[in-house]
């Protein structure tokens, strides 16, 4: 029963570390513009660092038209200036470091913005021009070249393809984005695609980075045939391609791809010539895929560092679900030697104190809209935080998305007409319309009583707030014992104290004597010579009985008479 050994106390940072997502937009607005920015972040940076975090992974700051909130970029190499500048950067990494903080960034290789240079150079310099060949220009099938080159449908609804007007004003060829159409498709086959991002990574290095969350990384290689593809083209982890019966398709997970970042991984270790597992500088994939085997192949040893865990996310609020999910990444990480890590909650996801008060086994949404069924914040919450007490409890590296640690839930009731994510926009007049992300990228609280509730010097937000977030406020739960942020920054504590990203994972049969139910989750995280630390989470309506002489370090919940109630985890000393 033990799926997984300890390593040591000196493995390299990013195979334990805690790393927070900072949605730029959405943090903490410094000029009250009602959008955050870098300034605002580097002013909350002491927060995290008392909050206890390694390291933040910045989403999208670069120079773009914001078709995608940012993940349509137009210029690599500066800063909007909706979030500041070079400058602001650069005294971002240089005070997060100072205070300890690891900083990745965020690497948006599969598309670039149709505002970019190249894209605005391919469409001037016309067909068969060298300029077309960076991206992925085809002419158009049938009649005057009137349909598409092939039948692949967006991410975001709608088609792939779109069709430009020639210099001429004839309507000419086809190019392909699995995003918006203000998100061209690079064509990877390139040299000199291949040879700007190694560029755009010396850039980010240079001026110190620690790291890259690679966006949809498993989509830059596509089949040389472009076929038709008739199933949805979906982002899909385990659970939702099975819902929906999605193979991989043509645009996905293509063998091509792992060429790329073993050329990148080059480029990030010549930065680390002795390989001082201090100063290693990381990747990170995003890559939504069907199972565990696959994604670890982005993460072989001369491939990138980490993957995130999509299937540990999507997996329902069963004690089976999560035990089978835990064991399984566990071993599938360490088949290649990388850390498992864990997450919950992000930028694309309704966030999982909204998430878990939803009916279980439901089918994931990608948003809530104010006439979908709403979920249980109570129950919400309560899962919220039994479940991250779960996740900072398991060996490996695990990602949190800002607000998280003050409970926050998504903005469930947003109006229609406030909404920007691209994929709503696409779909609103549709059979199909998808609700979208925003609800998860509201505007985070810092003190109740202040105008935007702290979140900058102004009224106005660039998403409205909920009236619930003044009641989370960070300053409501400051020092207050049994709030979210209290239990995030003990277990941030623990975790570090008890090493628990490097210990090893036994799973418990019983507990004080007494056989551990099938609705109880019971391990010991044992580092390689400390004390081990038990912990228990309870997905039964009976109250489970704690060892005598145990000693809570911590609890997500209330205990009932020192029982453990449902969906609530504590941790033992
Ligand atoms: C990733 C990002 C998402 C974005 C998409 C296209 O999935 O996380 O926010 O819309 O890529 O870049």
């Known amino acids: 029963m033990t799926p997984h050994a300890p390593e040591s106390h000196d493995a390299p940072w990013w195979r334990h570390a805690v790393i927070y997502q900072v949605y730029p937009r959405s ?18 940076l002491p927060y995290l660092a008392d909050l206890g975090v390694d390291a933040i992974w910045i989403s999208p700051f670069y120079v773009s038209p914001m078709a995608d909130a940012g993940y349509d970029v137009a210029d690599y190499r500066d800063i909007d200036p909706l979030f500041g500048s070079l400058a602001d950067a650069d005294t971002l990494l240089e005070r997060a470091h100072e205070l300890g903080i690891r900083v990745l960034i965020d690497l948006v290789p599969n598309h670039t913005s149709d505002e970019h240079v190249w894209f605005q150079a391919a469409l001037d310099a016309g067909p068969g021009s060298a300029e077309r060949e960076r991206y992925l220009f085809r002419e158009g099938r049938g009649e005057d070249g009137a349909e598409p080159p092939n039948n692949w449908k967006s991410i975001f609804g709608g088609r792939a393809w779109s069709r430009v007007t020639e210099a001429d004003g004839s309507p000419g060829q086809w190019y392909l984005h699995l995003f918006d159409d203000k998100q061209p498709d690079l064509n990877w086959e390139h040299p000199e695609v291949i040879e700007e991002f190694h560029s755009i990574l010396r850039f980010w290095l240079d001026r110190g980075v620690d790291g890259f969350r690679v966006d949809v990384a498993h989509s830059l290689v596509k089949d040389p045939e472009l076929p038709d593809w008739d199933e949805r083209a979906v982002m899909a982890g385990a659970a939702e391609a099975e819902a929906i019966h999605a193979n991989l398709g043509p645009m996905w997970d293509q063998e091509g791809v792992h060429e790329i970042y073993r050329g990148w991984r080059k480029v990030l270790d010549s930065y680390n010539p002795d390989g001082d597992p201090t100063q290693d500088r990381i990747l990170c994939a995003e890559a939504w895929l069907p199972t565990q085997r696959r994604t ?75 006439e979908d069924d709403q979920p249980n914040a109570v129950l919400g919450l309560q899962r919220a935080r039994a479940a991250t007490a779960l996740m ?20 469930t009731a947003l109006p229609d007409d406030v909404r920007q994510d691209p994929a709503y926009l696409r779909t609103k007049d549709t059979d199909e319309v998808e609700t979208g992300r925003d609800g998860c990228r509201v505007p985070v609280p810092w003190e109740a009583a202040a105008p935007s509730y702290g979140f900058g010097p102004g009224e106005h937000t660039w998403l409205p707030q909920p009236e619930i977030y003044g009641a989370l406020a960070l ?57 081990p630390l038990t912990v228990v989470t309870n997905l039964g ?33």
């Open 541 to 573: 309506d009976e109250p489970v009985a704690l060892p005598e002489d145990a000693e809570i370090l911590l609890a997500s919940g209330r205990l009932e008479d020192g029982r453990l109630p449902q969906d609530t985890t504590v941790w033992l000393g």
């Open 475 to 531: 300053d409501r739960q400051d020092g207050v014992s049994g709030s979210t942020l209290e239990l995030y920054r003990a277990m941030l504590r623990l975790r570090r104290e008890h090493d628990l990203g490097v210990g090893g994972l036994t799973w418990l049969t019983e507990l004080g004597g007494v056989e551990v139910g099938e609705q109880v989750l019971a391990f010991v995280n044992a580092r390689q010579d400390g004390t």
């Open 27 to 44: 943090f903490a607005d410094a000029d009250g513009d009602g959008v955050g920015d870098l300034p605002g972040i580097t002013s909350r």
């Open 392 to 411: 900072l409890a398991l060996p490996g590296s695990a990602y949190l998305y800002n607000g998280e640690e003050l409970g926050l839930p998504d903005h």
């Open 296 to 370: 670890m192949r982005y993460v072989r040893p001369d491939e990138m560092h980490q993957a995130f865990n999509f299937h540990f996310l999507e997996t329902a609020w069963r004690p089976t679900d999560l035990r089978e999910i835990i064991d399984a990444s566990l071993e599938a990480a360490d088949e290649v030697g990388a850390p498992t890590t864990w997450v919950l909650s992000n930028h694309d996801v309704v966030r999982h104190a909204s998430r878990l008060g939803l009916p279980i086994g439901a089918r994931r949404p990608n948003g809530i809209g104010r």
